[in-house]
């Protein structure tokens, strides 16, 4: 996986776990994505090394991956939104008037 797809893939579970997480482990994934900070940088902000920044980050990764594992939020999200585009091609009115209410709901 490279560094694009690491952060798509972190970001977008970090949406849907994010709240699951401790303050600083919020804080410090805020200020790695979000504001685009180095380790080194957030350990200055923190008052800490940057070994724990790293292990920190490392630790969060696999959070949000396990959280993924057992809840399978972006997956189910992910085939629902695979459905909705197949059944947006419909001329059906009824079927497109709850898509668009489904879509509204995101």
Do not use: H, P
């Amino acid at each position: 996986m490279d560094i694009l797809e690491k952060k798509n893939k972190y970001n977008n579970l970090f949406d849907y776990y994010g709240c699951l997480l401790t303050k600083k482990q919020q804080d410090y994934f805020v200020s790695y994505y979000f504001d685009d900070l180095s380790l080194s940088e957030i350990a200055n902000i923190y008052n800490v090394s940057r070994n724990a920044v790293y292990d920190t980050l490392n630790k969060i990764y696999s959070l949000l991956d396990y959280y993924e594992e057992v809840l399978c939020l972006s997956k189910k999200d992910n085939e629902i939104n695979t459905i909705l585009s197949k059944y947006e091609k419909s001329s059906n009115e009824e079927v497109l008037e709850l898509i668009n209410k489904l879509r509204s709901m995101e």
